[in-house]
């Protein structure tokens, strides 16, 4: 885990416990408040509800870091092994 203070609050970067989506959380705990709120989370997936045409790296992130949902998701291009690529994998 790494912590780095900001003039807004500590940023805290840490590993996901998500078993078959292993990644980094990148966190905000606000100047005055108690717990952290997300702001970014960067995982392997494989399948994201169907919706994934291959596994890939895709980033997760939380414009209002109050909401429970992310707001946008970004789908990371050329991150596959070239032999599952060219379909030898």
């Given amino acids: 885990m790494l912590e780095v203070k900001t ?32 702001l970014v989370l960067v995982e392997y997936t494989d399948d994201d509800d169907g919706t994934m045409k ?18 946008t998701a970004i789908e990371h291009e050329n991150t596959t092994l070239p032999e599952k690529i060219d379909g030898k994998g």
Avoid: M
């Fill in 54 to 71: 291959a596994e890939t790296i895709i980033t997760r992130v939380w414009r209002n870091p109050e909401e429970d949902e992310f707001s």
């Fill in 7 to 38: 003039p807004l609050g500590t940023l805290r970067a840490s590993e996901s416990d998500y078993y078959d989506h292993p990644g980094i959380w990148i966190e905000l705990k606000r100047l005055g408040e108690h717990d952290f709120n997300p």
